[in-house]
């Protein structure tokens, strides 16, 4: 299983940006996509999943209502819709999918499988 990250870049606050992840090897409906982020000597932070067991997105509370998890499964790619962007956005962003993910460990990098090479999300005026 492969995951291919894209979309960051450098945006001005209050702006958005899309980031991608495409997945090889495995297909949505079989498997729990993340979003991640980590900034420098912190740890990895959940922001977003589509939990594929119920089928719906979950967010962490500083993301909701600006951030949008969506899936294409023909594509086999998630994408994170970002709005609203803050310079407390700023830092690398990581997707991950697992296939036993559950309620209880969706938040948790540890229960995720395989991770793509991330992306800098730079939020700036």
């Known amino acids: 299983v492969q995951l291919q990250a894209s979309g960051g870049g450098l945006v001005q606050p209050g702006g958005s940006l899309r980031l991608s992840c495409a997945i090889s090897g495995s297909t949505l409906t079989r498997t729990t996509v993340g979003w991640f982020r980590q900034a420098p000597g912190k740890e990895r932070e959940w922001i977003s999943c589509?939990?594929?067991?119920?089928?719906?997105?979950y967010y962490t509370d500083s993301v909701k209502g600006r951030f949008t998890i969506s899936r294409d499964t023909a594509k086999n790619t998630v994408y994170l819709q970002m709005n609203s962007l803050e310079p407390e956005d700023t830092t690398v962003y990581y997707c991950a999918s697992g296939a036993r993910i559950i309620s209880s460990t969706m938040t948790m990098a540890r229960a995720y499988d395989y991770w793509g090479q991330g992306t800098q999300v730079t939020v700036s005026s």
């Open positions: 589509w939990k594929h067991s119920d089928n719906r997105p």
